[in-house]
Nanobody
């Protein structure tokens, strides 16, 4: 069955970097729009970046120039390279698939995507 599993979160100082991974099973990335989404305590979900079926990549303004979304199809893994991290980036980070480009939606719902990972916590402090 389809499974998305994130890893790579942790505690990092402001200005530092992390690389998140999302390993997929029973999944073909090119068949779906793939997203990274985050949710901080007490805040709504925020779409960060998406890769569409044509492999075009786009980013929310809040992370543009700092975060990079990439795909390794051979390893069935998505990556989110996060640089110049700020305390405001503290959140639980999720990969999500089969839906829109999430950052274009103001109030992102769980139902906007068919598949979600379990999340990985990023703390910038």
């Amino acid at each position: 069955h389809v499974q998305l599993v994130e890893s790579g979160g942790g505690l990092v100082q402001p200005g530092g970097s992390l690389r998140l991974s999302c390993a997929a099973s029973e999944f073909t990335f090119s068949s779906y729009t793939m997203n990274w989404v985050r949710q901080a305590p007490g805040k709504t979900r925020e779409g960060l970046a998406c890769i569409e079926k044509d492999s075009s990549t786009s980013y929310a303004d809040s992370v543009k120039g700092r975060f990079t979304f990439s795909v390794d199809n051979a390893k069935s893994t998505l990556f989110l390279q996060m640089n110049s991290l700020e305390p405001a980036d503290t959140a639980n980070y999720y990969c999500a698939a089969d839906g829109p480009c999430g950052y274009l939606i103001t109030y992102l719902r769980a139902a906007d995507f068919v598949w979600w990972g379990q999340g990985t916590q990023v703390t910038v402090s």
